[in-house]
């Protein structure tokens, strides 16, 4: 087993190795002897209907700096795209220019969404070799791309529905974010910056009866280890149910939780995510911060909206004895709808946003971890009712 080691990234926004260990699991892990070794995540690539606006959100509301650019003005004609950074965590937002750009369809089918979930790797023909080898499908063959900045050599492949793994070894580049891109600032006033510091996980949402070949894919191709599973009671109300697995990179810096729609009374938030996004893809992202509470409330400020918690959540005194001492009172958590749980590692404090755009598609969690590793098992039900509550509001349960 050798030290997680840190990356540029990490260094540059002053994560080490403790505080990453806090924030989303870090863990030890020999590269050596990893068939298809991940760093990291490398950035969140989505399909905007209006990038410019979207960076806007995200600059202003999430606290997000806008890094980089590549558009019209730096020689890309057929679309935008802005680089945003928050800790180690980065988003590309892309949003087409030309009405007949790919990009366009895309969007017009799916509405905004995660296309791509760029990992970074030590080994780019390596990794693609092991998962060639293993079944899976190449998008685009290993390849460099230059600049005055360097080399980044480029990969990529298909997993499910349109999302990607594009596969990137920037080792050779020091550039902004990749060639082709420019150094673009966007200063924000006012507020605690940044909110969140790292990714903590991305959920795909699969076809029913899919799930476990989708866990396959990232064991075999991938050589991502198993960190969970809910079935069952885990994960039901007594309206509807799905299933989900969770599988991690040998550091733990990637998670992909993967759910599946599981028959019960009524249509699950799966059925809803699947119908409106029209196929598999990224159902929400889970974002790392030090401080929950004083996000939360800079994102209600801003105007993010979050799902309502029942009073009766935090009056169970069953909870209560569960969670035991946390770090700030029931009733501060209670005051924001923060929700929280506990398993032998230790607790977490998470909350999850409306979806962010006008589908009932995309949204996002907040998590703050206390020596947990978990997902909030505890807190299934409770969320699920909440999400219920809303697809009840907009007719879709």
């Not at 924001?336 to 996002?364: A, M, S």
Request: overall charge negative; glycine content about 10%.
């Amino acid at each position: 087993m050798t030290t997680a080691r840190l990356t540029p990234h990490e260094r540059a926004a002053h994560l080490g190795r403790g505080r990453l260990r806090r924030l989303v699991g870090l863990v030890d892990h020999d590269d050596a002897a990893d068939p298809f070794p991940v760093v990291g995540m490398d950035a969140v690539v989505f399909v905007c209907g209006n990038a410019t606006q979207s960076a806007h959100y995200f600059t202003t509301a999430w606290g997000m700096s806008l890094v980089a650019y590549a558009g019209p003005e730096t020689g890309q004609r057929d679309h935008k795209s802005f680089v945003l950074e928050s800790g180690s965590a980065r988003f590309v937002l892309t949003g087409a220019v030309d009405p007949a750009s790919p990009l366009a369809d895309h969007h017009r089918r799916h509405g905004d969404g995660v296309v791509d979930l760029a990992l970074e790797v030590l080994d780019v023909d390596r990794c693609v070799a092991h998962a060639r080898a293993h079944g899976a499908v190449v998008l685009d063959e290993p390849h460099d791309e230059c600049d005055e900045h360097g080399t980044v050599r480029l990969a990529a492949l298909a997993t499910y529905g349109s999302t990607r793994h594009t596969l990137v070894d920037r080792s050779r580049y020091r550039g902004v974010y990749l060639p082709g891109f420019v150094p673009r600032a966007r200063e924000v006033v006012g507020g605690p910056r940044p909110l969140f510091q790292a990714l903590d996980h991305a959920v795909g949402n699969v076809e029913m009866g899919r799930m476990n070949d989708w866990v396959r894919y990232y064991n075999e191709v991938m050589g991502f280890t198993n960190l969970a599973e809910f079935v069952g009671d885990d994960i039901a109300t007594e309206y509807s149910a799905l299933m989900s697995k969770v599988v991690a990179n040998g550091n733990h810096r990637v998670k992909f939780p993967l759910n599946e729609p599981a028959v019960g009374r009524k249509r699950s938030q799966i059925d809803e995510y699947l119908d409106f996004y029209g196929e598999p893809g990224c159902q929400h992202l889970a974002v790392a911060t030090d401080d929950i509470l004083a996000a939360v409330d800079a994102l209600r400020a801003a105007g993010v909206e979050f799902l309502d918690t029942p009073d009766a959540y935090y009056d169970d005194p069953e909870l209560r004895a569960r969670i035991g001492r946390v770090r700030v009172p029931v009733d501060r958590l209670k005051s924001r709808g923060i929700l929280v749980d506990r398993d032998e590692d230790g607790y977490l404090l998470q909350i999850f946003t409306k979806p962010l755009g006008d589908r009932p598609t995309v949204f996002f969690e907040l998590i703050e971890r206390h020596g947990s590793l978990g997902f909030g098992k505890g807190n299934f039900r409770a969320l699920f009712e909440s999400i219920e509550r809303e697809q009840a509001a907009r007719g879709n349960l």
